[in-house]
Nanobody
Framework: QVQLVESGGGLVQSGGSLRLSCTAS????????LGWYRRAPGKQRELVAA???????NYADSVKGRFTVSRGDAENTGYLQMNSLKPEDTAVYYC???????????????????WGRGTQVTVSS
């Protein structure tokens, strides 16, 4: 079983930036894609950004041009740089390993069934 820990969330004004971090208990991102999911209040969890094991990134249209996903130097870490934040980005953000880094939306299954507690991002207008 893999444990995932997300950090770096917080309260920020519209237009601000945050950098989220993901740490896994095993070096799973050396051979799996790294994905960032979010769940907004009253909505399903959706995949918003992912990077393949080969380094190719994919983004949901809603975050394209504003968010950047990256892998850490260690194979158990990853990051999500979020710029130009909007109130609609308010959500709990989670990391995991999507089976398909090119997936989008709310039906993007993950390699691992376990989820971390997530990190809350709140963007005020």
């Amino acid at each position: 079983q893999v444990q995932l820990v997300e950090s770096g969330g917080g309260l920020v004004q519209s237009g601000g930036s945050l950098r989220l971090s993901c740490t896994a208990s095993k070096n799973i991102f050396g051979y799996n894609a790294l994905g960032w999911y979010r769940r907004a209040p009253g909505k399903q969890r959706e995949l918003v950004a992912a990077v393949s094991s080969g380094g190719t990134a994919n983004y949901a249209d809603s975050v394209k041009g504003r968010f950047t996903v990256s892998r850490g130097d260690a194979e158990n870490t990853g990051y999500l740089q979020m710029n130009s934040l909007k109130p609609e980005d308010t959500a709990v953000y989670y990391c995991n390993a999507p089976w398909d880094y090119y997936c989008s939306g709310t039906n993007c299954p993950t390699v691992y069934d376990s989820w971390g507690r997530g990190t809350q991002v709140t963007v005020s207008s």
